[in-house]
């Protein structure tokens, strides 16, 4: 039965006549040693969630901290990038406008050279267009005029005008007027004429012109003239249909030029729009990164002077729960001393000879405590037996103090060996005990939660291994196909690099090869003109050498007739015909050697033309063809760096998979390592400590067994229990003797004993009074054949 220390004191004063001052001392000790448990508690329990706080917030922050060191690093990275990015694209940008600003002054200087070229087609060919009209005039003129006339004109004149002359004849002569009267614009052709003339036909013109400025109406050279002009006639419609030709032909390059160029334009047009478009998506990331820069930075700063701040003060604090603990456990030990020594035995008979220590109200002989009353209720005898119990409960509980390395114990220990309440001894050594129960339960606990935490927490740990693993495979496929994707992109761009080289190239081959064609061809051309010259001269000499070499035999045959004079014989200059006809021959053989020669170099002409016409198709073909290739490789390329682009995104959310994944995966191994000493050291001494406690609890129970079998514990309980009955106490209790035992009021071990004795369990006097019913109510109902009944 426990017994309520508090009770017994209150009891023992009461009786005695008031409150004893050392008593008092002693509960107010204790309640400081309460309130100093109390509060030391309450302190490690405050500093246990400071700890917390600190730990959580220095891993926290330090966290924090290197993800943002690792976004300034990421981001300055990927700043550095889009920065060469945009220099590269400004040099492609600037290089294309250098391009294009050329190509649309090409197109401009063509566009004006061909408009001037034509100006100049426009020019030649109306002059050229004059020149024969006026050459057509001068030769209807002079061919109107008649080669045959002699030099009796003056007289045939003079014959034909006459009165009776017939209209024909006037018309004749009306022609041959007109010859007199040359248009100024014939003249000037005539002398612009000359020009192209060897220098013997020039001075044929020359004196003809010079005769028809001395009035002279007709020149034996007339008909040489004639031929002459004709000669030009010809020569001036070739140029004029060799003019058109040329112009035709200057259009269709023109156009194909212009075709070309403005393709080549658009192209260019379409890369500067593309690179503004990626020079302008730079720039937006670019913004976006200082931003992200500035605002992580300054976040990391912010985060290192917190953490460098709760550094300081968690240290502070520790130092200060560490000397708060130290003035706990000095202000207990000295409470505890003063409790020990003003509670022992010899203080209470030192304490009890003093007024000072006396009940101040109650006088000199006021009550005395408990345990004083004890003492002289028991007598020195029983004293004995207590003492030695006392000692060998002490004994007991600091062994199982010194086990447990419990200082509530130790101060237990000393109580009882010091003289302590049996009652409050009892009280905190079943706290204890309640204390080692609970002990029991939460290693058990903590046994089931580390077993199940390391087989959870194992477990999920071989499945982010496994992860890991998974993941590091990814990122090496995709960074394999990085490199792959990379390597078609280079070798594209050099394809690319080769393509624009191998156009530039052929673009200047074509260029000179043109220049060279037209070189060729005006050679070429000039060359047939002057054989064809050569020709034309020579066919018209020899012709008439060979038409008028039976000349002087007719001339000859004529003079053997009859006839009314000798004509004059002609002036001996060349020597005589036959000379002159083996020289016709050799012209002959020159002019069919010359018409080869025009006919090879025409042919050599024609041929040149269609190679260079061949050329500028297989130019315009190669330039076409490499273009689409070109384009086909940037698309190539295009395609490469999105498929990168997508590659390098999955790679980077596969690291930051893997990232997260280890970071968890650390966790749990931290987590373990940081549970391992615990769970180690409960796994490897739990059967020991329970043990230990199944040891510790049988010697807290012998003691409680020792103690409630003490003389004054048994008198204390006795007491509170006859108290507790009130007016039926006498009838429950009794002094034991033999004649008590011999009316079975008591039993006979209670012989002796200097305390009243309970009566038997159901003794029908005293349960009858608790019921508040006679004797014989008692015993002739529920109480029937208890002890006590009448028989």
Do not use: W
């Not at 008590?740 to 006979?748: H, R, T």
């Amino acid at each position: 039965m426990r017994v309520s220390l508090t009770c017994h004191i209150l009891a023992a004063s009461a009786a005695q006549g008031g409150d004893n001052t050392i008593k008092a001392v002693v509960t107010k000790l204790r309640e400081m040693l309460a309130k100093n448990d109390k509060q030391h508690d309450e302190e490690r329990t405050k500093y246990a969630k400071f700890k917390c706080y600190c730990d959580q917030n220095t891993e926290e922050k330090t966290q924090e901290i290197a993800d943002s060191a690792q976004v300034l690093a990421e981001t300055n990275a990927n700043l550095d990038r889009l920065r060469a990015s945009n220099g590269e694209k400004s040099s492609e940008k600037a290089e294309m406008e250098r391009e294009l600003e050329a190509t649309i002054t090409a197109i401009k200087q063509a566009v004006e050279l061909r408009q001037k070229q034509h100006k100049e087609y426009l020019a030649d060919q109306a002059y050229l267009a004059s020149s024969i009209g006026q050459l057509e005039d001068a030769i209807e003129i002079l061919a109107a005029v008649g080669a045959d006339q002699t030099a009796g004109a003056s007289a045939d004149h003079k014959a034909a005008m006459a009165e009776d002359a017939t209209a024909e004849a006037k018309a004749f002569l009306k022609k041959k007027e007109g010859l007199v009267e040359l248009r100024d614009d014939v003249r000037q052709a005539l002398q612009a004429a000359s020009a192209f003339l060897q220098s013997s036909d020039r001075k044929k013109i020359v004196a003809f012109l010079a005769d028809l400025g001395a009035g002279d109406t007709y020149s034996s050279a007339a008909g040489e003239i004639v031929g002459i002009l004709k000669n030009m006639l010809d020569t001036f419609k070739e140029n004029k249909a060799s003019n058109a030709y040329a112009e035709k032909k200057a259009v269709e390059a023109h156009g194909d030029f212009l075709a070309l160029k403005k393709k080549t334009k658009g192209i260019l047009e379409e890369g500067i729009s593309d690179r503004d478009s990626v020079l302008g998506t730079n720039s937006d990331s670019i913004s976006s990164d200082m931003q992200t820069i500035t605002s992580t930075a300054q976040k990391k700063a912010e985060d290192e002077s917190f953490l460098a701040d709760l550094t300081e003060q968690c240290a502070e604090k520790s130092k200060q729960f560490d000397l708060r603990k130290k003035l706990h456990a000095e202000e207990a030990a000295a409470i505890s001393k003063a409790i020990s020594v003003l509670n022992s035995d010899d203080a209470f008979d030192t304490f009890g000879a003093v007024a000072a220590s006396k009940d101040k109200q109650g006088g000199g002989g006021g009550g005395k405590s408990f345990v004083q009353l004890q003492e002289v209720t028991l007598h020195r005898a029983d004293a004995a037996v207590e003492a030695q119990t006392r000692a060998a409960v002490a004994a007991s509980l600091h062994s199982v103090a010194r086990a447990r390395r419990s200082l509530t114990l130790a101060r237990i220990a000393t109580a009882v060996q010091e003289g302590g309440a049996i009652g409050v001894v009892i009280e905190q050594i079943e706290k204890v005990l309640t204390q080692i129960d609970k002990e029991g339960e939460m290693d058990a606990s903590k046994d089931a939660f580390c077993t199940k935490e390391q087989t959870d927490n194992n477990a999920e740990l071989d499945t982010k291994n496994g992860e890991i693993d998974d993941l590091n495979d990814q990122k090496g496929k995709l960074k394999g196909d990085i490199e792959k994707l990379q390597t078609v992109i280079d070798d594209t761009n050099t394809d690319i690099h080769q393509f624009k080289e191998a156009m530039a190239n052929e673009k200047e081959s074509r260029k000179t090869d043109h220049q060279d064609y037209n070189k060729e061809m005006k050679e070429l051309t000039a060359a047939s003109d002057l054989i064809d010259k050569a020709i034309k001269i020579l066919d018209k000499f020899f012709s008439k050498v060979g038409t008028t070499t039976e000349a002087p035999a007719l001339l000859q045959s004529k003079a053997g007739g009859h006839r009314a004079r000798e004509d004059p014989a002609p002036p001996q200059t060349f020597g005589d015909a036959k000379d002159f006809a083996g020289q016709s021959e050799e012209g002959k053989a020159v002019l069919k050697l010359l018409a080869d020669i025009k006919a090879e170099n025409d042919l050599e002409a024609l041929k040149e033309t269609d190679e260079e016409e061949d050329a500028q198709v297989e130019f315009e073909k190669f330039m076409t063809d490499t273009a689409e290739d070109m384009k086909r490789a940037q698309e190539q390329v295009a395609d490469a760096e999105a498929m990168m682009a997508n590659k390098q995104e999955q790679l980077a959310g596969t690291r930051e998979d893997l990232k997260k994944t280890e970071e968890q995966k650390a966790d749990i191994e931290k987590y373990l390592a940081k549970i391992k000493p615990g769970c180690d050291f409960i796994q490897e001494n739990k059967e020991k400590r329970d043990a230990a406690r199944t040891e510790e609890k049988t010697q807290l129970e012998g003691a409680i067994t020792k103690l409630k079998g003490t003389p004054a514990y048994k008198a204390a309980v006795a007491k509170e229990t006859k108290e507790g009955l009130g007016d039926c106490a006498e009838k429950c209790f009794v002094m034991c003797d033999e004649q008590a035992v011999e009316d079975g009021k008591c039993f006979k071990s209670a012989i002796g004993t200097p305390t009243d004795e309970a009566q038997p369990d159901g003794y029908a006097p005293c349960e009858a009074c608790k019921r508040g019913v006679t004797v014989a109510a008692y015993c002739t109902g529920e109480g029937k054949g208890a002890p006590g009944c009448p028989a």
